[in-house]
């Protein structure tokens, strides 16, 4: 049974006229009673009576015309969705993002895509770096923010964030009072560190900055989000090095300052499988770097001001 067929049928059913019927369809008389003596034939019922006269439907005809409006409505439907979900307008986007992105534009970006695709159901699940690829190769996830490039052929990246990696110190810490830091003066200071198993290069950067800096850090505290790193830290538990962006989270009790000659860079990337056709993956991603580039400068709360000057 084709749709064409269908389409032809319904004419037919409402004019009861060959002839009306094929001047509403734009085609020939002969076209249309082939159409329907197919339509019969796969059906395996007549659907109308003709005779010199008139045009009737049968009993067979009838049951089909009530369903026959459904199908062509359903299929009209279904055509639309793909073609929406083809152009961007519709479908599904699958998020897996690092906490970190949380203070780097992610949720200005997806306030903003929302906003343009309504229709669009998003889904977003917090994982570290390789629990995202995991779920990025078992089609589990449609895009992924992470901390890593180091990815498989299977997928491909795009670095979103380059920053800086600053001082992360409790408020009445004896350095918090500085406008730098540099790294070497956390030489004999307790470190809250990103974890290793949750991010293999982060845990490796930061590692990297204290070896520059001629000592390996005495590490207390291992943690899976840099969220738990500034909370340990605003409680006293230690200090910390960590992305720029978590100067956003403003949680009292934990200040933040520049580090001296330390270009180590802490960066996020977007992670998509190279197979992937869904256009709304780039758009998104175009959404957080554009959320990036607008976002403006934070200013300083009272808790992460260095101390004024005195004057002599």
Request: one cysteine or more; proline letters at 6%; glycine letters at 6%.
């Amino acid at each position: 049974m084709e749709l064409r067929h269908l389409r032809y049928f319904v004419v037919l059913a409402e004019e009861l006229h060959f002839g009306r019927a094929a001047r509403r369809l734009a085609i020939s008389q002969p076209p249309l009673s082939v159409a329907i003596r197919q339509l019969e034939a796969s059906v395996g019922a007549q659907l109308f009576e003709r005779n010199s006269k008139a045009v009737r439907l049968t009993a067979a005809g009838q049951t089909l015309q009530a369903s026959a409006h459904t199908l062509l409505r359903d299929a009209q439907e279904a055509a639309m969705e793909a073609r929406h979900v083809a152009q961007g307008l519709a479908g599904r986007l699958r998020i897996g993002f690092v906490g970190a992105m949380l203070y780097r534009g992610l949720p200005q970006a997806l306030k903003r895509f929302q906003a343009a695709h309504p229709a669009v159901r998003v889904t977003l699940t917090e994982l570290n770096s390789g629990e995202q690829m995991a779920e990025l190769l078992h089609d589990r996830l449609d895009v992924g923010f992470a901390h890593t490039r180091r990815v498989p052929s299977e997928l491909q990246c795009r670095l979103l964030v380059s920053e800086a990696f600053v001082a992360c110190l409790p408020a009445g810490h004896r350095l918090a009072r500085r406008r730098q830091v540099a790294v070497a003066d956390l030489r004999d200071e307790s470190f809250v560190l990103f974890s290793r198993s949750a991010s293999p290069d982060y845990h490796a950067r930061i590692l990297s900055i204290c070896g520059d800096a001629g000592f390996w850090p005495e590490v207390r505290q291992e943690v899976r989000h840099w969220l738990a790193v500034v909370s340990l830290v605003s409680q006293g538990m230690g200090v910390a090095l960590v992305p720029d962006a978590m100067r956003h989270c403003a949680l009292p009790g934990a200040v933040f300052r520049p580090l001296e000659g330390t270009r180590t860079l802490s960066e996020a990337y977007g992670l998509w499988p190279v197979a992937s056709l869904n256009p709304l993956v780039p758009r998104l991603l175009d959404e957080v770097v554009g959320a990036r580039a607008e976002r403006p400068a934070m200013s300083a709360g009272p808790g992460d001001r260095p101390a004024p000057r005195s004057r002599r």
